[in-house]
Structure formats: structure tokens, C-alpha cells
């Protein structure tokens, strides 16, 4: 994780907006596993009052190289405080449609985690589905670099 030198103001404007979050919705549906899960669209629509109400935004940063998308999901406070963190996500499929799902994935996953928000959907199925693709996709270090 990376934080600006304090977080006094964030912590504070943080808190109150945890406690204005709703649990997002379960709009979306995966036909491949018949079951729903908190959308990206749904987890947004929870947050955006709350977060602008209390200072706080988001940005999100994604990119894919070598089988592998990073999103760096950044909260920022009006007063210039930050935290901020990447996650990374293997690529199903080296095309258009596979890096674009992994980023909505992780976009979903990396708001949700700096907000504290429960995942309590059944998409995540689909995560433990292909450990082989995993591996494959963080086969080296430099991966990472």
C-alpha cells in the first residue's frame, strides 16, 4: 500500500462515508455459473454519494502487459491525503474482451477492498475455475517489474 505522509483527514472522512455505504446490490448475473454478484455498476451507485458528500474520490489506473492487468485503485481526500494500492488479475483471454473483463474484475474487486465492502457474491467462482491459466500468467518475477 501506498499513503500520502498523513491520513488524519482521509481516516476521519473515511469513516463517516463507511457509515453512509449501503451493501451495493446484486444487479449482475453470470450465465455461465447461474448466479449474481455486485456489478461494478451497482457497487458505484453506493458510493458515489457517500465518498463526494465527505471529500473522498476515487481513481482507478488500469494496465495489461505479459498475460496479466494491474489496476491501481487510489482514494483521495480533498486535502491532498491518499492511500492507494494495485491489484493484479490474470488474463483468461489475450484479447479485447479478456483484458477488458479482467480489468472490470479487478476494478471491482480493488473499490471494493479500499472501502471495506463485503463481497458477497457467487462471481467469484469463476476465480478458482483455472489455477492452470493463473499460473501460467505468473510464471516470472518480472511480471511484476
Given at each position: 500500500?501506498?499513503?500520502?505522509?498523513?491520513?488524519?483527514?482521509?481516516?476521519?472522512?473515511?469513516?463517516?462515508?463507511?457509515?453512509?455505504?449501503?451493501?451495493a446490490t446484486k444487479?449482475?448475473i453470470?450465465p455461465?455459473f447461474?448466479?449474481?454478484?455486485a456489478?461494478?455498476?451497482?457497487?458505484?451507485?453506493?458510493?458515489?454519494?457517500?465518498?463526494?458528500?465527505?471529500?473522498?474520490?476515487?481513481?482507478q489506473?488500469?494496465r495489461?502487459?505479459?498475460?496479466?492487468?494491474?489496476?491501481?485503485?487510489?482514494?483521495?481526500?480533498?486535502t491532498?491525503?491518499?492511500?492507494?494500492e494495485?491489484?493484479r488479475?490474470?488474463?483468461?483471454?489475450?484479447?479485447a474482451?479478456g483484458?477488458?473483463?479482467?480489468?472490470?474484475?479487478?476494478?471491482?474487486?480493488?473499490?471494493?477492498s479500499?472501502?471495506c465492502?463485503?463481497?458477497?457474491?457467487?462471481?467469484?467462482?469463476?476465480?478458482?475455475?483455472?489455477?492452470?491459466?493463473?499460473?501460467?500468467a505468473?510464471?516470472?518475477?518480472?511480471?511484476?517489474?
Open positions: 500500500m501506498q499513503m500520502s505522509e498523513t491520513i488524519a483527514a482521509l481516516a476521519e472522512a473515511l469513516s463517516k462515508a463507511q457509515g453512509a455505504i449501503d451493501d444487479a449482475g453470470n455461465h447461474k448466479s449474481k454478484y456489478d461494478l455498476a451497482s457497487v458505484r451507485a453506493v458510493i458515489r454519494g457517500p465518498l463526494s458528500a465527505n471529500g473522498l474520490s476515487i481513481v489506473l488500469p495489461a502487459q505479459n498475460g496479466v492487468v494491474e489496476v491501481d485503485t487510489m482514494l483521495l481526500h480533498k491532498g491525503e491518499y492511500i492507494s494495485t491489484l488479475m490474470p488474463v483468461a483471454q489475450a484479447n474482451h483484458i477488458g473483463s479482467a480489468i472490470t474484475y479487478a476494478r471491482r474487486y480493488g473499490l471494493m479500499i472501502l465492502i463485503a463481497a458477497d457474491d457467487d462471481d467469484g467462482v469463476a476465480a478458482v475455475q483455472a489455477p492452470a491459466t493463473f499460473s501460467r505468473m510464471k516470472s518475477e518480472k511480471d511484476f517489474a
